[in-house]
């Protein structure tokens, strides 16, 4: 069955850092634009950072110069590594996948204390 899986949250004091990860059981992952929402609590799920297949890169302003999003094919997976973290990075953050079909992960809650 193809899904997404994201790991990698937990909860960090302001300034922290953490890597999230989204291992992809899709056949031809490489094909596919990917990117990562956040849901804050009481909010809809906002795109943060996106990669396509051919590696271009785009942020949202609110985590430019904080995050990098990346992928490596080769094992099927998607990063994003988060830094300078805020209070108001805290939400749930989803990975997903898109070309003809469209894949989201479960989530993984990312809590940034003040």
């Known amino acids: 069955q193809e899904q997404l899986v994201e790991s990698g949250g937990g909860l960090v004091p302001a300034g922290g850092s953490l890597r999230l990860s989204c291992v992809a059981s899709i056949i031809y992952f490489s094909l596919y634009d990917t990117r990562w929402y956040r849901q804050a609590p009481g909010n809809q799920r906002v795109l943060i950072a996106s990669?396509?297949?051919?590696?271009?890169?785009a942020y949202a302003d609110s985590v430019k110069d904080r995050f990098v999003i990346s992928r490596d094919n080769a094992k099927n997976s998607l990063y994003l590594q988060m830094s300078s973290l805020k209070p108001e990075d805290t939400g749930v953050y989803f990975c997903?996948?898109?070309?003809?079909?469209?894949?989201w992960g479960q989530g993984t809650q990312v809590t940034v204390s003040s």
């Open positions: 990669i396509d297949r051919n590696g271009t890169v």
């Open positions: 997903n996948a898109y070309r003809t079909l469209e894949f």
